[in-house]
T-cell receptor
Framework: AQRVTQPEKLLSVFKGAPVELKCNYS??????LFWYVQYSRQRLQLLLR??SRESIKGFTADLNKGETSFHLKKPFAQEEDSAMYYC???????????FGAGTTVTVRA | NAGVTQTPKFQVLKTGQSMTLQCAQD?????MSWYRQDPGMGLRLIHY???????DQGEVPNGYNVSRSTTEDFPLRLLSAAPSQTSVYFC???????????FGSGTRLTVV
C-alpha cells in the first residue's frame, strides 16, 4: 500500500526566511513523487515532480530514497507563497495518485 | 484549450437527493479521477478510469457511481446524498507518459 505523510498541518514563516515542508512516503516499488500547490479557493496546480529535478518559483525538492522523503524547500519565502501544499505519490507504472493531508503555509510580512 | 472543466461550481442538496457532477477534458487524456477534499484529510480518491469503458474504485467509493462512455467525459453520480458527502470534489485527468495530473476547479457540495 502507498502512503504519504505530511507531519505539519500549519507552517508560518516570515517573508525572506527559509521554508521547508516535510513529506515522507511508503511504497514498495519505485515511486514518482510530486508537490502540488493550491492557492486560496483555486484548483490544484503541479509545482514539482521529482523526475524533472527542476526548480519552480524558487522551490526545490530532492527525493531521498534512504529516508523515504521528498521535502520541499525554498530559501527565501515570499508572501505569494502562502497556500496549501500537497505531497503526492504514484507508482512508476501506476496512474493512481495518493495525497498527503496537506500543509498550509502562511508567509507573514 | 479549456483543460478540465467541472460543473456546477456550487451545489446544495437535501439528504436523499441524487445528482451528477460533470467533468470534461479536451486534452485526449486516458486517465481520469475523482477526488474529494476534506479539511485535515487531504484529497482522497473516489473512483478512477484508465480509458473509455473502464472504471474502478478508489479509497472512498461508497455512495458514488461513475461511468466513462467517452474519453472526454467522466461524470460522478451521488445516488442518495448524505451530510457526510459535504465536501469539495475535484476531477483530474492525465495523459499517458505525462507525469502530472491536471485538475478541474472543483465543485463545492453541501448536503443539508
Amino acid at each position: 500500500a502507498q502512503r504519504v505523510t505530511q507531519p505539519e498541518k500549519l507552517l508560518s514563516v516570515f517573508k525572506g526566511a527559509p521554508v521547508e515542508l516535510k513529506c515522507n512516503y511508503s511504497y514498495s516499488g519505485s515511486p514518482e513523487l510530486f508537490w502540488y500547490v493550491q492557492y486560496s479557493r483555486q484548483r490544484l496546480q503541479l509545482l514539482l515532480r521529482h523526475i524533472s529535478r527542476e526548480s519552480i518559483k524558487g522551490f526545490t525538492a530532492d527525493l531521498n530514497k534512504g529516508e523515504t522523503s521528498f521535502h520541499l524547500k525554498k530559501p527565501f519565502a515570499q508572501e505569494e507563497d502562502s497556500a496549501m501544499y500537497y505531497c503526492a505519490l504514484s507508482g512508476s507504472n501506476d496512474y493512481k495518485l495518493s495525497f498527503g493531508a496537506g500543509t498550509t503555509v502562511t508567509v507573514r510580512a | 484549450n479549456a483543460g478540465v472543466t467541472q460543473t456546477p461550481k456550487f451545489q446544495v442538496l437535501k439528504t436523499g437527493q441524487s445528482m451528477t457532477l460533470q467533468c470534461a477534458q479536451d486534452m485526449n487524456h486516458e486517465y481520469m479521477s475523482w477526488y474529494r477534499q476534506d479539511p485535515g484529510m487531504g484529497l482522497r480518491l473516489i473512483h478512477y478510469s484508465v480509458g473509455a469503458g473502464i472504471t474502478d474504485q478508489g479509497e472512498v467509493p461508497n455512495g458514488y457511481n461513475v461511468s466513462r462512455s467517452t474519453t472526454e467525459d467522466f461524470p460522478l453520480r451521488l445516488l442518495s446524498a448524505a451530510p457526510s458527502q459535504t465536501s469539495v470534489y475535484f476531477c483530474a485527468s492525465k495523459g499517458q507518459g505525462n507525469y502530472g495530473y491536471t485538475f478541474g476547479s472543483g465543485t463545492r457540495l453541501t448536503v443539508v
